[in-house]
């Protein structure tokens, strides 16, 4: 009877190939999409922490209630001290300081007369150590389009739009005009050695990125920083861990001074918390849709097979076939026709999101104008939950459909047999 089953799946295509196919095109969208999402949440926690909150981030006090306008006015002096100590109390914390700043940027002729002028959007980082953490998080290396990473004082690097507008060339000299942390104007001169590009417009319109220790001379911060970032060593953040850390530190330093340090969290910062939230919550609901969506047309596909069996399920109780038997034989064909549309559906689709995670598809011409940090990347993110996903839709729907169906089997009447086989 195995035997006879098993010719019957291959040579019969409406039993077989379709209906695995079918599920394994359900199985592979679900998968996708299941990956899909998970990748934008990703890449919208990453692109964010990377280039402005940190997966925790330490301020001054002051400094922490204007956040939002980056005022180097109110940055915590004594910023080395309180890196020292942060990498003793938590380790397995990557700790970096930076410094926000605004300002514009100057672009003299031969003569010494201005020949172009943009405003920038500057990043104080440690640019000059080659083990520092600011090159991987960044992803400078990758970043770099023209030129070469700055390696001594007073060089620094310019978004390649930037260039492009302003008719940079590599090795000029560009002026930042600016206010020190204590006021009063600021002018350095620097000299362009390359040019980057983060594929994120908010960055590449205007920025300009330099050394922190050029940025401390040039605004007058001797030992001062107005953010220290934290960031997991495998930069993937972890909601309880953060707060954990957040509140050990807070505890510690809990005083009324307003230039004293203060910890907060990446869902503390520019409402992220509430971001998230609502990103989860809409993108759960998005999959569990398509779960179920997928499950239903799935469910329906095994229904309809089994019903137009009802033929040869005739024929197989009129030779003497137990009902029992074949409703068992009917629940195996099934599980086996899910199963493999299952397994073959998940690795097409853990497939294609694995090669959009490592690849991506570039979709910056339609973020020209956009003013948010997001990659302008599309990514997806394959997880453990990518691989058994895909079998909700294909191995539990498939498996149902036939199950209701094959009731109709304990309901044929032997007098019904003779008309059935005729039609």
Do not use: C
Not at 348 to 360: A, C, D, E, P, T
């Amino acid at each position: 009877m195995i035997k006879f089953l098993a010719k019957g799946l291959l040579r019969d295509r409406s039993r077989s190939l379709f209906p695995t196919l079918t599920v394994m095109i359900g199985v592979m969208l679900t998968v996708f999409m299941y990956s899909y999402m998970n990748g934008v949440t990703n890449d919208f926690i990453r692109s964010g922490a990377s280039f402005n909150t940190g997966h925790m981030k330490v301020m001054s006090r002051a400094y922490a209630g204007e956040s939002d306008r980056s005022p180097n006015d109110l940055a915590y002096i004594g910023s080395q001290s309180l890196i020292t100590d942060l990498k003793r109390d938590f380790p397995e914390i990557i700790w970096t300081p930076r410094i926000r700043f605004g300002g514009l940027l100057d672009i003299p002729d031969e003569k010494g007369e201005t020949r172009a002028q943009s405003p920038v959007a500057g990043l104080g980082i440690d640019l000059f150590s080659t083990s520092g953490p600011e090159r991987e998080i960044l992803n400078l290396n990758k970043a770099v389009v023209r030129g070469r990473l700055p390696g001594r004082a007073g060089e620094i690097l310019i978004s390649n739009e930037l260039s492009r507008r302003l008719g940079i060339s590599l090795g000029e000299t560009a002026t930042l005009i600016s206010s020190t942390m204590y006021g009063s104007m600021a002018a350095a001169n620097f000299k362009v050695v390359g040019t980057v590009r983060f594929g994120i417009s908010a960055m590449d319109r205007g920025a300009m990125l330099a050394d922190i220790s050029d940025i401390q001379r040039a605004l007058d911060m001797d030992d001062a920083a107005g953010e220290i970032l934290g960031f997991f060593g495998d930069q993937t953040y972890r909601g309880k861990e953060t707060e954990e850390i957040v509140a050990a530190f807070n505890k510690r330093h809990q005083r009324d001074d307003e230039f004293s340090p203060v910890m907060v969290s990446l869902r503390d910062q520019n409402g992220l918390g509430e971001t998230l939230d609502m990103f989860k919550y809409y993108s759960g609901i998005l999959i569990s849709v398509f779960v179920v969506v997928m499950s239903m047309i799935l469910w329906n596909a095994g229904l309809m097979g089994s019903i137009r069996r009802y033929g040869e399920i005739g024929l197989r109780l009129a030779i003497g076939e137990n009902k029992g038997h074949v409703y068992r034989t009917m629940i195996l064909e099934s599980l086996a026709i899910g199963l493999a549309g299952t397994i073959v559906g998940t690795a097409l689709g853990v497939s294609i999101s694995y090669f959009l995670q490592v690849k991506g598809i570039n979709i910056g011409s339609m973020m020209r104008d956009a003013s948010i940090l997001m990659s302008v990347v599309i990514r997806a993110r394959v997880t453990p939950v990518s691989f058994i996903i895909g079998f909700i839709p294909g191995l539990m729907a498939t498996l149902l459909g036939a199950s209701i169906a094959g009731i109709g089997i304990y309901k044929r009447q032997t007098s019904q047999l003779a008309r059935e086989l005729e039609t």
